[in-house]
């Protein structure tokens, strides 16, 4: 009798601490309906599976792989320092900069330029 186990529950102190969990009584990472994927539908009462909505899982054949799946924890530790700004500056857009100026995509004249901006 499903009304029974509600009837004791009720009784017992403390009895809201162990309601049925659901989405309203949870936090904000409690989601009622992840966990397993269901693969099938219920057609006229009864459980049908649906081909297409049973997971397949595609596993490469690692037999010749050279790596193994697993990394020591003696492994040394990696330690590099934090990038500045000017760094990824000189790693990435200068070198293009350095192109187009001795190209001549841009004008030497820098009072020029700025005459131009303040009109």
């Not at 049973?54 to 924890?73: G, R």
Request: hydrophobic share 35%.
């Amino acid at each position: 009798m499903p009304g029974l186990g509600n009837v004791i529950r009720g009784l017992a102190r403390g009895a809201n601490r162990h309601k049925e969990m659901t989405g309203k009584r949870g936090n904000k990472d409690f989601q009622p309906k992840l966990g397993a994927v269901e693969t099938g539908r219920f057609i006229k009462g009864k459980w049908v599976n649906i081909k297409e909505m049973i997971p397949e899982f595609v596993v490469p054949d690692l037999q010749d792989f050279e790596l193994q799946p697993y990394v020591s924890l003696k492994c040394p530790d990696v330690e590099n320092k934090p990038l500045t700004a000017k760094e990824i500056f000189d790693a990435c857009v200068a070198p293009t900069v350095e192109a187009d100026f001795k190209a001549g995509k841009y004008d030497n004249d820098i009072q020029n330029q700025s005459s131009i901006q303040s009109s």
